[in-house]
């Protein structure tokens, strides 16, 4: 019989064999953090089925000056938004749209789409979705200039670690969220897309989420379900008519002097594709004096030295398709996710350190059901600065036309204020050295 024993972190083992005790002395590995595990589902029923009151708001910015509200009831209801900057008084309203979606046996409730504005920058609006007996809303616009700060969490899922996600991110003072794909893990079950909006309305009610898809939101089943994206597009209307972009997979827009551009990792990216045309044309049109910044998202990360998700062709053939574009265009920052954890590069350009490419971000550590991506590629490559597989999201605070700080927080960390990774950024495009 053999017993093993361990002792102060496996200093010391004695191994025991057949009545004989014998010391073995070793090294032990490193380990400066123990890495979390998966955390069990949420689903998060309906207060009201059945009825005509609003569900799973949420609100993205269109154009200078305008939001979109979405939201859902299960029984018709008008698409109206009643709105004005004081509580219970709505001197304006709007009207849009309304459309739903089948999905093998689900039907999914009434979609409600309607865009509200002019409104204000930096202000607070109190609204009223659909019947005029609903429960009262609130949200904050952008600023129209510096500073401006965003939220940023990839491959959200809705699990407890999702809502500890949720929490820290509520106790941070930002302007808008941006999520790198990957959003309910809902994978062809509809109602798990109902809930995913329950579980984030109290957020992203309050401030515009601005989101891009993953291979998650996918969901065509060969033969039965053969359209792509069906459900995230029916759900998640971003402005991509005002960026004259065709698709709802692809767009960008202007925030406090920020150019954000939101690519699809999973639908046509060679130079003969529309995203690719698009995005040129794009990039074309930016004046680096109204928007000193570019920052991208993508769903498949670029540049990983994570075990998880090497090879694909979503990284590596859009890489080969448009990392020129970017780095031409002195594109600041670029987030991804996928990989579930977080992973922070250096400038980069075709794998070599480059002062004038972008910042790689992986930041795919929201919450999902599928756990940590926690086994790296050793050694670790010079471009990757840092690396840790934990739940968490991140903070871009653009101070200015020239400096951003960029800092990482960590679920465990239980104060918010505490930043696990941190960075100030200068843009491109205020640096001599990378003047095109
Ligand atoms: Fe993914």
């Known amino acids: 019989m053999a017993v093993v024993e361990g002792r102060l972190g496996g200093f010391l083992i004695v191994l025991t064999i ?28 309906s207060d009201d089925p059945g009825s005509d009151s609003p569900q799973q708001v949420h609100i993205s910015t269109v154009g200078a000056d305008k939001m979109r509200v979405s939201w859902i009831t299960d029984s018709p209801s008008p698409a109206t938004v009643e709105y004005g900057t004081s509580p219970g008084a709505y001197e304006k309203s709007a009207t849009g749209s309304t459309s739903s979606y089948k999905y093998l046996m689900y039907e999914s409730g009434e979609i409600h789409d309607v865009v509200i504005g002019p409104l204000e920058p930096n202000t607070v609006y109190y609204y009223r979705c659909g019947s005029n007996s609903g429960p009262e809303f609130s949200f904050k616009t952008p600023p129209a200039s ?31 969220l941006l999520l790198p794909g990957d959003l309910s893990y809902a994978d ?37 379900h053969s359209s792509a994206f069906t ?29 954000v551009i939101m690519l699809g990792s999973y639908t046509d990216f060679d130079p003969s594709s529309a995203q690719y045309q698009w995005l040129q044309v794009d990039l074309g049109k930016v004046d680096r004096g109204r928007t000193p910044w570019i920052v991208v998202l993508i769903h498949a990360p670029w540049y990983n030295s994570n075990k998880a998700h090497q090879g694909e062709s979503e990284s590596i053939n859009m890489k080969d398709a448009m990392e020129d574009l970017l780095y031409q265009a002195r594109v600041d920052v670029v987030y991804a996710g996928h990989v579930h954890a977080y992973e922070r590069f250096t400038r980069v350009y075709k794998d070599e350190a480059n002062n004038c490419g972008p910042v790689h971000i992986t930041i795919g550590d929201g919450g999902n059901r599928e756990g940590l991506a926690s086994k790296y590629k050793n050694p670790q490559p010079k471009i990757s600065v840092f690396r840790e597989a934990s739940f968490g999201h991140g903070q871009l605070v653009v101070a200015n036309a020239t400096h951003a700080r960029w800092t990482w927080h960590r679920n465990e960390d239980s104060d918010e204020a505490v930043a696990s990774d941190s960075i100030w950024l200068t843009s491109l495009s205020s640096d001599p050295a990378c003047k095109n």
């Open 18 to 45: 057949m009545g004989l005790a014998l010391p073995v002395f070793f090294i032990a590995p490193v380990q400066g953090y123990n890495r979390p595990p998966p955390r069990k589902n949420l689903y998060v029923p």
């Open 231 to 259: 459900a995230y597009n029916a759900r998640w209307h971003m402005p991509y008519e005002e960026s004259v972009s065709d698709s709802n997979l692809y767009y960008s827009f202007d925030v406090a002097g920020v150019h």
């Open 188 to 224: 062809f079950d509809q109602p798990l897309w109902d809930s995913f909006g329950r579980l984030v309305q109290p957020l992203a009610s309050q401030r515009p989420w601005m989101v891009t898809q993953g291979n998650h939101e996918i969901e065509k089943i060969p033969v039965l």
């Open 146 to 176: 510096f500073p401006v700060t965003f939220a940023v969490v990839g491959d959200l899922g809705q699990t407890e670690w999702t809502k500890s996600t949720l929490d820290h991110i509520s106790k941070a003072n930002y302007d808008m």
